[in-house]
Each structure stands twice: as C-alpha cells, then as structure tokens.
C-alpha cells in the first residue's frame, strides 16, 4: 500500500536485510525484489509497491465498510497446534503455572506487529521515502507512479516487481501468524489426507493425465508433496476436503507459506481470500478477486489504461487464490458458484479451494464437479499422533514421563475419540498447562460419556483457566459472564454464518438496542453542545441563544434532541460509500424537504409568522424553541450527512500522522489558537471568537500529540489535502446550499400560507374596537392600535445588537441590561419596514432612533396581532421567505466548510497494519478532535465575515453562532471513538462488559482467549465461540438440550 522510494542499491539491500534475518519475513528462495534486470537508466526501478499486508482466513476484504468480517473456521486443524492457545508465550491454560517452552517466553501484546514495525524501521534506516498514491487524494494509500522515469516502463517488469512486492508482504504477514499460533512450539500435528475420485473429483485422465495426487510418504513434510503436485496439475486445480476442525484453513495457510517459500520470481503469488463474501450470482470472480485485492493492498489499486495493477496481475497469470470456505457460502448459491468456478478459470487463474466434506457432496451430487480438479480429503487425527503432541508439549519428569502418560497408557473410548479432533487436541494441552489440573479426569466415563462431553468440558474450561491468576479486577467468573456477552451481542444477527466472527471496537454500538444507537450518539452531541452554548448564553452577552428563561433552553434542546434522532436514523447513510454519487444527494434533499415541512406545518398551526418573522432577538413562545430546535436538528444532521460521516463510522486518521513534522506543525497551529483566543479574550462582542479558538487549538494540540508508535494511517501531503479541501467544499457548498435553500423555501411556503390565510381571515373591525385591551384604528389603510390605559414598556439593551429594543414590563428576559422605563399610553404602528411605539403620543427614540418595537408587536393578543399585520399575500410570503432563504444561504456556507474538512482529513486508518486496537482508537480520536477544531475555526471565521456584512441586527440574528458551534461539538460526538463511548457507557451500565473493557480485551488476548487481527479481535476458534454464545443465550431463555458440537 505504500510506495518505497530509494536508488537500487539502496533496494537491493533493504531486501537482502529483512530476506535475512527480520522477524516476520521468511526466507524466499530466488526471490529478489529488484533484479538486475529490473534496473534501466532511466530510474524505472526506484518504485516498489509494498502493499498492505494481508488479513486472516476469512477476513471481509470490502475496504470502505465492514461489519463484523468473519475469519472462516480460523485454525480449525491441525496443523495449529494451540487452536486456542496463546499468542504471548504465557501458557495457554491461562494460570501462569504451565510450562514455558521455547518461543513462549514473554510475548506481549503489542509483539503481533513487531514484524511489520520491524521491516518498517529497517527500511527507514535505509532512507526510505515514503508518498502517496495517486487516486482519490488523502484516501489512497499506496502509490505505484513511476516518477522520475523518462520513458515507458517495461510492462512485465514492472508486473514482476508488483508480485514480488506483494509476495513479500503476504509472506511476512503469515510467518507473524505462525508464530502467534506456535506452529513451531514444538512442531504442527502431523496432517494426512486421502486422495478422492468421483462422484467428489472429475475424470482421472482430466486430472495430470490421469496420475494420482501422491500421498506423504513417511519422513516427507505433508505439504511439500501437495506443492510439488499442485506445481504440476495441468489445471492447477486442487480442492481440500474435510470435516470442521480438520485442519483445511491451517493447511491453506501452510500452503501459502511454504508456496512463497519456493516461488521463482514472475511465478503466480498464493493470495489466500474468503469465498464467504462472494455473490456469485451478480459479481464475476475475476472481478470479485480484483476488488479483495484493490481493497486489502490498495497499491494495487493504481490504474493504468483503465485497469487496475490488481487486474493487470490477474490477468497476467501472477495471483494463485487460495479460496477458502467454499462450504460459508448460502446453500442455495454454491451450484452457481461452482458453474462459475468451472466457467471463469483458465490456465492463467489456478485455484485452491477448501470446504467441508459434507457440504462438497451435497454440490456435486446436485450440480457438478469442478474441472480438472484433483480432490483430497484430510483425515482424521491419529491418536498416535494426538499422543506425541501431548506429551513432546508437556514438561517431562527424571524418566521422561508427563502427566499424559498414564492417561494415554490407557485412554477410555470417548478420549480416544476426542483426540482425533485437532480442536480438542489444542484444548487439552491449553487446559491442563495448569499442573493444578489433572488430565486423567477425562478418563471418567460417568463425567464424559461422549467425545462431545469431553470438548464442551474443555470448551467451558478454558476461559476460567486462562483468567485464573488473573488481576481482582478480572475474575474468573466475571470474565467468562462478559466474554459470553460479547460473543452473544456481536454475532451476526442472522445467525447463518458459521465462520468465526472478528470484531472491533468501532462496532462495539452494534451491541446495543436499534434506538440506543440513535438516542446514544445524539444525547452525547447535545450535551457536548449544551457544554458551549449554556456557559455563552448565561454569561449576559447575547450572542447565542436569545433563552429568555431556562425552561426555553430546555425546551430548545427537547428540540434539537428531536431533530438529531431523526437525522441520524434517517439522515445519515450506512456507510461512507452510500454518498457517492448524485442519487444519495437527490435521496437526501427529498428527506430533509419533506421532514422540514412537517415542522413547518407545526409552526403554521402553532405560531404562525404574522409579522415577519426573526431569527433572533425576539421574545419566542415556547413552542417556538422546540419546533426551531427540531429544525436546527434536522440540518445540522444535513450537513453532517453531506460531508459523509455515516451512521457506521470506520476508524479515521490524520494525513500528516506520517510525516516526521506533521504532528508538531499541528501543534504549532493549535498554540497559535490558543494565543488568539487568549488575545481575544475580554474584548467586546469576541467571546463566541474566543472559545473557539481555545477550544479548537487545545483540541489540535491533543491531536498533534505523538506516542512512540507505528501510524497505521498513509500520509499525504499538503496538495492532497488542500485538493481534498477544495473538492470537499465545492461539493458541500453546492449541496448544502441547495438543500438548505430547497428545505427553507418549503418552511418558508408553507408558514407563509399559514399566516396569509389567518390574516385574509381576520373579521374586519371597526375603529375603536378594543381586544385584549388594545383599542383598533385605521386611517388610510394604515392600522395601529393603542392601550385603552397606561402601560408600561423597558427599553433593553442586548451586547450582540447595535440597537436597544423594547419589551412589555415583566417580559421573560433574563440577561439583557434595561435601560430606561417608559409608562403612558403606547401606540404600536408600521413605520415603513419596521414597528415602532408611541409613548403618550411621542415615538419612543433612543439617541435620537426609533426604537425597535417588534417584540411588542409579538405580545399582542393573536386576533390583534392578525388585524395589525394585514398586507396582501404576496408580501407575507417575501416577508417569511427572506430570513429562512438567507439561513438557507447561511447552511451552505457552514455545511460547505465542513464538507471540505472532512474530506480533507477522511484518511481511513489501515486496520490491517495497525499496531493494535487502541492504536486506531487513538488515531480516530485525534482525528475526530482534529476535525472538530479545524472545521469550527473555518465556520467561524466565515460566520464572523457574513455578521460583518448583513450587521449584527439582521433577521438572521444569533444563528451564525449557534450552527457553527453545533457543527463542532457533533462531529466528535458522530464519530467511531464518540460512538463507541456510548457504547461502552452503556455496556458497562447494563453489567455485559467492564468499565474499562479495552484493557479488558488486551488481557483476554494477552491470556489467549482472544487473538488480534490488526485492529480486530478475534476468539480463538469458531467452536469456543459458539459455546460462549449458546451460553449467554442459554442465560437469558434457560437451560436446552444442546447437540454434541463433534462430527
């Protein structure tokens, strides 16, 4: 995924440095990177693609999105020797006391990366460069440009390179997976397999011209005949049977391994793919294998003469898939995957596919067999072999006795049967690494009648042993109730998968009820909201929030709270992908426009705008805050929507994360901020400029904030981000603006005929006629009305408006200075495009103006109010039009901020290289803190240029703050680490999971139960999370009757 670029010695010996000796790489024979061949004058052999290392058996390969990948029967066999065993060298058992045998020692949980960390500083000490790739701006990740060469690249070559390349990082991805697995301590069970004929394989003669596939013969490596005949299949086809737990996807694992071990450079590279997430009836395999690859080693990605390096390497006969899972397939899909099968692949595409033996009988008895493939099937473990592997991986007395010994001297028929499975095998050796333990337990028949009793037992015992001497904060039994809560909550919610699911802490929501999802993230928006504007409001300078008492914020935000759950259960797509293209946009529009009206319809029927309406400085009834708050919801989940954050965030990080000055140019900007806000701090009508740029620049220099660690995050450089920028505004700009302006016009519309027709309904009266104490008058078709007796009037002053404006005595205002009180007989009339009020028959002025009497007109009794603002239709409608198409205008301008931003920073973090899980939480949160401060910054600043065109008294009013502080607060709250604190909030309230279930997690992994995958977590095998999930459930319904997990 990563372009490397040095001179060709400086290559050449990178590779012969990590081929010798780094940790991780095997040693590939005849392999070198870059050829003498490969070099050419014009520098065409300074770019080498190191793509993304790649996921485990059965990783969901989909790039933008995923949701709970599974990894298909991970280590069902038995060339894994501790199927569930650990990944940090503490014995498996989980109690500490087991023995330590060589490679066991001291494993921590941060060593699974230690590989790739190490090719990575090799590499840097040899001035590798790293850059960017060429599409799609700060999003790609890999680049295979051939900068710097003065003519066209040899095409070969250059494929050659890419395979070579790619080779390598599947090598050191999987020899890292091997030694997490102990394949080595001390050596992988002995695999054996029978070869099968008809009605399972094709023809003999269409299969090597009818010669059989040889079987391992005694002293042979089992895989090493298996990778000499597949070499020599005219087809190239081998299809691997078995029953689960047999061992398939370990032998596809060794399979890939020991192929990169002996591949010849421009020989095809294994690239093992899950055929789960194949949909045989609408994608082409070729095409299906091409997007895995583009998605997993995005170097791969590059196009050149409209087809990507992927496909180039496909079609030139340069990838081996190695299918695993064929039997994860739905049933009624695998005859149409097969007739595929037989119809796509050729001699440049070769194949190796593994499936249940069961499930391969049942298609070719009802279909067909796949061509020219020759057919095996594993057999099962020998307890000869079950016995040495137990006792060579236990700790021998003076005699060379174990504690097996006896028990295997003579084994009752369940153990017996038992042992065969792998899975069982592993199980035993983890479980009884504890010497308090006694292994000739299972040897009681009144216990475990059954095989299937002995591997439940097993399958119960083993987290309990694995958590024995485990810190008080994780007891046994409290570690055993949460695992199964997790293994119940993130399964797949149709339960038709088999495969072992991988999950991480960005779905960790996806364990929570439907409506939690929405009520969670949107409560969390609004008090990180509430958190700025309260403190703003209260301190008395106007500037956001005309609340005239706490009842109408609370009000207010009932509103806005209204508003958010529906943006972000209806507003918000899926996925970042699904905003892709017009239609979404159109999708969009329709929902917003629709929904708006519904509010609008509210506000006619409520409090329709007689008189023009404001946005701001306005004494507002009640119902007003809540159906303006629903509003302001809604298009602030508009925005967010059309800057792509979706409903299920992927973890993001930063585009300078990898440069060596990135993270201290970020906190240079965030000092920067701090100092203007503390400059601006004190200065009238800046408190809203001030908290933002303190807010913002200690949130960049969070962001900046380095760690010691590897980035999982590609970098790209200032162009890509300012194009990134560029195209993100343009595209929220039009977007937004054009929804806002479409959503404002229908509000607009639809009040307006609201009002016009309250209006063109009022009765006509006659003068002198007196309601609610206001006395009519019309002369010259212009109405006024006047009080009957003396009232009286404050004249208020509100820092954030240039002008003072009256009230009625009493009026619910709360933090508005009163300047001077007025008693006598009011009059309330239009003057021009304005009200004004009359004091005993003098206007009311203040330095010489006419004071703004708007608020008075809204406290008149509704028919009064009706009455007094009559004009013709057309002027209602301009008159409500005004102000909601001008915040229309507003919403385009933010939304178009935050759009460029968030595509500017959308860097997906590489979850595949990822040091760790927290690792990418950490990235996300910079990001999320990142983007929040950048975003607030830049729509404030244009918020605080429009208040300094249109005047602080527009119809406008406060609104500019209160949009663009909302946009910050939601972004962080919207994001995958905002979302997932909710999640754990909630986990940990309802007893499923600990507070601080991250470090949780690490000591599962760290005791074996779990195993990473980059950024996921994994369990151990498909079977311990099947029985963790059947017991959670078996908590919640009560006990069953449960079949026998063994075959």
């Known amino acids: 995924m990563w372009p490397l670029t040095m001179s060709p010695p400086g290559l050449a010996e990178a590779v012969s440095v990590l081929s010798r000796g780094l940790p991780g790489v095997s040693q590939v024979k005849n392999r070198p990177s870059l050829a003498p061949r490969d070099r050419d004058d014009a520098g065409a052999a300074r770019s080498a693609v190191l793509p993304r290392a790649c996921p485990g058996p059965g990783t969901r390969m989909s790039g933008a999105s995923f949701s709970r990948e599974r990894t298909d029967r991970e280590h069902e066999g038995p060339g894994h020797a501790d199927v569930i065993g650990r990944t940090t060298g503490v014995a498996p058992g989980g109690a500490g006391s087991g023995r330590r045998g060589p490679g066991r020692a001291g494993r921590r949980p941060g060593d699974a990366g230690r590989p790739r960390r190490d090719i990575d500083v090799a590499l840097r000490d040899l001035g590798v460069r790293l850059g960017r790739g060429p599409r ?26 890419a395979a070579d390349a790619l080779a390598e990082a599947v090598a050191a991805q999987w020899d890292t997976r091997a030694r997490q697995h102990r394949l080595q301590d001390p050596a992988p069970l002995a695999v054996t397999w029978v070869n099968e004929g008809p009605p399972l394989a094709d ?12 079987a391992p013969r005694d002293g042979d490596r089992p895989l090493e005949p298996l990778r000499e005949a597949f070499r020599h299949f005219p087809s190239g086809r081998l299809v691997v049977l078995g029953e689960p737990g047999s061992g398939k996807t370990v032998l596809a694992v060794e399979f890939v391994r020991d192929t990169l071990t002996a591949r010849q450079s421009d020989e095809p590279v294994p690239v093992l793919f899950a055929l789960a997430d194949w949909d045989p009836r609408s994608t082409e395999l070729r095409h299906w294998l091409e997007e895995r690859l583009t998605a997993e080693y995005r170097a791969l990605a590059t196009v050149r003469e409209e087809r990507t390096l992927a496909r180039e390497l496909l079609d030139a006969g340069l990838i081996l898939p190695v299918l695993d899972g064929f039997d994860e397939l739905p049933g009624p899909v695998r005859a149409e995957a097969l007739r595929r099968l037989n119809r796509e692949l050729d001699e440049r595409l070769p194949v190796l596919l593994t499936c249940r033996t069961a499930e391969w009988e049942q298609v070719t008895r009802d279909d067909d067999v796949l061509t020219a493939a020759a057919v095996v099937r594993l057999r099962p473990l020998s307890f000869a072999a079950a016995r040495t592997y137990l006792e060579s991986a236990a700790r021998p007395d003076a005699t060379g006795r174990t504690r097996w010994t006896g028990v295997l ?9 038992a042992l065969t499975s792998p899975l069982t095998v592993a199980l035993a050796r983890t479980v009884y690494e504890d010497v308090s333990r006694d ?18 037992y097993l399958l119960d015992a083993f987290v309990p042993a694995a958590f024995a001497d485990a810190d008080p904060r994780w007891r046994p039994e409290a570690a055993h109730r949460w695992l199964r809560r997790l293994a119940r909550d993130l399964a797949p919610a149709d339960g038709a998968s088999p495969g072992v699911w991988r999950f991480a802490w960005w779905e960790l929501p996806e364990a929570m009820p439907r409506t939690l999802r929405v009520l969670g993230p949107a409560a969390l928006a609004l008090l990180t909201t509430a958190a700025v504007l309260v403190p703003l409001a209260k301190s008395g300078t106007g500037v956001v929030a005309d609340w005239d008492t706490a009842t109408s914020a609370l009000v207010n935000f009932a509103g806005d709270f209204l508003g958010l759950c529906f943006g972000l259960a209806f507003l918000l797509p899926a996925t970042a992908a699904a905003t892709r293209g017009p239609r979404p946009l159109v999708r969009l529009a329709l929902t917003v426009t629709v929904a708006a009206s519904v509010v609008a319809v509210a506000v006619g029927v409520l409090v329709p705008p007689l008189i023009s309406p404001r946005l701001g400085a306005t004494i507002t009834p009640r119902a007003s805050w809540f159906l303006n708050g629903c509003f302001l919801g809604l298009v602030q989940c508009m925005m967010i929507a059309v800057a792509g954050l979706p409903r299920r965030p992927l973890p993001l990080g930063l585009p300078w994360a990898g440069a060596p000055s990135g993270p201290a140019a970020v906190r240079v900007l965030g000092g920067v901020l701090v100092l203007a806000g503390l400059a601006l701090v004190g200065r009238s009508g800046a408190q809203v400029a001030a908290v933002t740029c303190l807010g913002a620049g200690l949130l960049l220099c969070l962001a900046g904030r380095r760690r010691g660690e590897r980035t999982a995050t590609a970098y790209a450089g200032p162009a890509a981000v300012l194009r990134g920028f560029r195209q993100g505004l343009l595209r929220g700009l039009l977007a937004c603006t054009l929804i806002g302006v479409a959503a404002a016009v229908a509000v607009g519309g639809i009040t307006a005929a609201f009002a016009a027709y309250e209006i063109h309904s009022a009765p006509t009266r006659a003068n002198g006629t007196v309601i609610g104490g206001w006395v009519h008058q019309e002369a010259a078709r212009n109405r006024s009305v006047h009080t009957a007796a003396a009232e009286k ?27 001077k009180l007025f008693e006598g007989t009011l009059r309330l009339h239009r003057d021009g495009d304005r009200w004004v009020v009359d004091c005993d028959g003098r206007p009311v002025t203040w330095h010489g103006r006419p004071v703004d009497a708007h608020n008075l007109v809204l406290a008149l009794p509704r028919p009064v109010r009706a009455w007094l603002a009559s004009r013709p239709t057309h002027t209602v409608l301009i008159d409500t039009l005004i102000p909601f198409v001008g915040f229309g205008l507003l919403v385009g301008t933010i939304g178009g901020c935050a759009s460029g931003v968030y595509r500017a920073l959308n860097t997906p973090s590489d979850t595949i290289r990822a040091v760790g899980p927290r690792s990418t939480l950490r990235t996300d949160r910079a990001a999320a803190l990142a983007r929040s401060a950048i975003a607030s910054v830049l729509a404030g600043g244009v918020c605080l240029l429009l208040i300094a065109a249109t005047g602080r008294d527009s119809t406008l009013g406060t609104m500019h ?12 709250a919207l994001s995958a680490w905002g979302r997932t604190g909710v999640a754990r909030l909630w986990l940990a309230l309802t007893g499923r999971a600990p507070w601080r279930l991250m470090t949780f997690l690490e000591e599962a992994h760290h005791r074996g139960v779990l195993r990473r995958s980059g950024a996921h977590y994994e369990f151990r095998h498909l079977r311990l999370q099947q029985r963790l999930a059947a017991d959670a459930e078996t908590e919640e319904t009560g006990p069953r009757d449960e079949p026998s997990l063994t075959r």
């Open 961 to 972: 703050t209160e949009v663009w502080v909302m946009m910050g607060t939601l972004t962080p």
């Open 136 to 161: 799609d701006g700060p999003a790609a990740a890999g680049d295979t440009s051939t900068a710097g060469r003065t003519g066209p690249p040899d095409e070969p070559d250059r494929r050659s390179r």
């Open 793 to 819: 009037i404050v004249l208020v002053e509100r820092k954030a408006l240039t002008e003072p404006f009256a009230v009625m005595e009493g009026a619910r205002i709360t933090s508005d200075a009163q300047l």
């Open 439 to 456: 292994p000739g337990e299972l040897t009681d028949l009144v216990r475990f009648p059954t095989a299937g009793h002995i591997e439940r």
């Open 203 to 214: 023809h003999a003669r269409n299969i090597r011209g009818g010669l059989p596939l040889p």
């Open 409 to 417: 001297d003579g084994p009752s028929a369940p153990l017996a049967e």
